[in-house]
Nanobody, 123 residues
Framework: QVQLLESGGGLVQAGGSLRLSCAAS????????MGWFRQAPGKEREFVTA????????YYADFVKGRFTISRDNAKNTVYLQMNSLKPEDTAIYYC????????????????WGQGTQVTVSS
């Protein structure tokens, strides 16, 4: 079994920054993609960004390009999400996920999920 633990969420003013972390633990595995999704109240969970095992391919949703940066440290089984220039519409619960598929954009492409961390951006 795999456990994912997100941290780093909180309350920030518009224009501010936060850095989320997600640490994976449990069974030993490799060659997996890690992604971040978010879910706002009353909305479906949506793709934010993902990174492949080697980091050679990174994917971003259009609404975060230029503001968010994903990175990973495989030695620590950890993925990071640096969020800059935050907007009130970025308010959501942010989830990290691990997937072994070649696809990364949908919820179904991932096998394990964290519990989520709340990000609130005030105007």
């Amino acid at each position: 079994q795999v456990q994912l633990l997100e941290s780093g969420g909180g309350l920030v003013q518009a224009g501010g920054s936060l850095r989320l972390s997600c640490a994976a633990s449990g069974r030993t595995f490799s060659n997996y993609a890690m992604g971040w999704f978010r879910q706002a109240p009353g909305k479906e969970r949506e793709f934010v960004t993902a990174i492949t095992w080697t980091g050679d391919r990174i994917y971003y949703a259009d609404f975060v390009k230029g503001r968010f940066t994903i990175s990973r440290d495989n030695a620590k089984n950890t993925v990071y999400l640096q969020m800059n220039s935050l907007k009130p519409e970025d308010t959501a619960i942010y989830y990290c996920a691990v997937g072994f598929q070649s696809r990364v954009y949908t919820v179904r492409d991932y096998d394990y999920w964290g519990q989520g961390t709340q990000v609130t951006v005030s105007s």
